[in-house]
């Protein structure tokens, strides 16, 4: 199933150290030889500061138990980096750390420069140096020290470009420790600074919105409301956008996440639409389902791509404990697509095309017209379900189609209005001030 994997197509938008689980996932796949996967993994940390480590991952590969000198003199220097930088800034992580200065900071991050100037001696350079530990943390593999020195930088630091940076590696950080609650918390942070900040041109603000939809993975399929959040995220227009012009494979994950939570089944007609705009781009057996389910009503064809969906899933790090339920859930909206446009359904053939025994599937079936309220009635001795029309009159869908036309309209005519005539307000406001003077004035003259 390596045809399927993603992994390749998400290493450019990732972190190295976050691409690291994606590797130890794969090699306990039959999907990539082992010795490659090895390889990966050596040359994915040679680029960190987790030394150590990848000196096992060295000796394993080449099957040695010498490592070269490199690895000593990289060690040494690592260690003198992470003392002189640790020496530096032992001063300002003092004080912050003391709880009735914490307690002084403010959101304004210039008067909080200048408390720690003025009462701790407390210079920009010491608030620069914590970026750097951080990141020293961070890359030798220190997570829980990265996270709480970067949250500090990003308090007091006064550069935006290093402040976004600092989010980045703490909510990185997060995530390889697995707090997905404080993940969480970082991961909504993040998002509102990169759609509130002015990149210097639109592709920058792109590539940041990318690396977020491929970050939040981590985030949302490990957090209990992750699928209500990935839906609310992806579905937002900027990252919709974002999704059919970068990043198209990560239609997946949405999907899976749309079809895995039947709250957000009103989603799945905005859902189709955007498949269909990117098909001739990406497409795998979870979005061939939704295609032929929703566009084409090929239920033979859906049906073949859910078995085709259960293998796919099974080797993709994110889904892979999301199997059952995607597959019950998606034998739910086949079921049902199927139920509403037939008027008389032959069990058996329905309860194969779901692949399921017959004994099993018939009651699966009554408790799908149960749960969706279908208006139906079940002939067990026939086995059929037959279907009741309940079509609404022509009339009843121009009245639901057109309640909210009025005021609509009316909004729309007052924005026109705001914009094509933005002095109205002053004008009335003279307008009524005129009146008021006359009258002032008039009584004065009467008092006279």
């Known amino acids: ?24 996932f794969l090699s306990s796949q039959d999907v990539y030889q082992a010795d490659a996967i090895l390889q990966a993994k050596v040359e994915l940390l040679s680029g960190t500061g987790m030394v150590d480590y990848t000196g096992e991952l060295y000796k394993q590969l ?12 990289k060690r040494a220097a690592l260690i003198k980096q992470l003392t002189e930088s640790e020496h530096k800034t032992k001063h300002i992580r003092e004080v912050i750390e003391n709880p009735e200065v914490a307690d002084a900071l403010r959101q304004d991050k210039l008067q909080n420069m200048k408390l720690l100037q003025d009462s701790y001696q407390c210079t920009p350079e010491m608030v ?68 509130k900040t002015h990149f210097k041109t639109p592709a920058e603000q792109l590539q940041q919105r990318m690396w977020l939809l491929h970050w939040s993975l981590f985030v949302f399929f490990n957090h209990p409301k992750g699928r209500d959040g990935i839906v609310e995220t992806f ?32 989603m799945m007609q905005d859902l189709v639409k955007t498949i269909q705009q990117v098909s001739y781009m990406y497409q795998d057996p979870v979005t061939e389902f939704v295609e032929a389910l929703y566009v084409d009503f090929d239920f033979d064809r859906a049906a073949a791509k859910l078995e085709e969906c259960e293998s796919v899933l099974e080797n993709d790090f994110f889904l892979t404990h999301a199997v059952d339920d995607f597959v019950e859930n998606a034998r739910f909206f086949l079921a049902e697509v199927y139920c509403r446009i037939h008027k008389r359904i032959d069990m058996k053939a329905l309860t194969t095309r779901l692949n399921m025994k017959p004994e099993d599937g018939e009651k699966w079936i009554v408790k799908l017209i149960r749960e969706s309220r279908m208006d139906a009635k079940v002939d067990f001795k026939e086995g ?3 279907m ?36 109205k307000k002053d004008d009335a406001k003279q307008k009524g001030k005129q009146p008021r003077a006359a009258k002032r004035q008039e009584t004065a003259v009467a008092a006279q």
């Not at 080449?62 to 003199?73: G, K, V």
């Open 388 to 423: 009741n029309s309940s079509y609404n009159p022509v009339y009843q869908q121009v009245i639901e189609r057109t309640r909210n036309l009025v005021f609509r309209t009316q909004v729309m005519n007052s924005s026109i209005d705001k914009n094509s005539n933005p002095n």
């Open 128 to 195: 620069l140096e914590l970026y750097n530990f951080g990141q020293l943390q961070y890359s030798s593999g220190n997570y829980g020290g990265s996270a709480d020195i970067l949250l500090h930088f990003s308090i007091l630091s006064t550069d935006p470009e290093l402040t976004l940076s600092a989010l980045w590696g703490k909510l990185a950080s997060e995530i390889l420790l697995g707090n997905w609650e404080v993940g969480l918390g970082d991961l909504l942070k993040l998002r509102e600074t990169i759609d």
């Open 384 to 386: 059929t379900v037959i």
């Open 1 to 24: 199933m390596a045809e399927h994997d993603l992994t390749q197509r998400m290493i450019p938008s990732l972190d190295r150290q976050l691409v690291f689980p994606l590797l130890e």
């Open 235 to 266: 579905m937002l227009p900027h990252y919709v956008s974002t999704i059919q012009n970068a990043c198209p494979w990560i239609l997946r994950y949405l999907v899976a996440a749309v079809i895995t939570n039947r709250r957000k089944r009103n």
């Open 62 to 73: 080449h099957n040695t138990d010498q490592l070269p000198a490199e690895f000593d003199e």
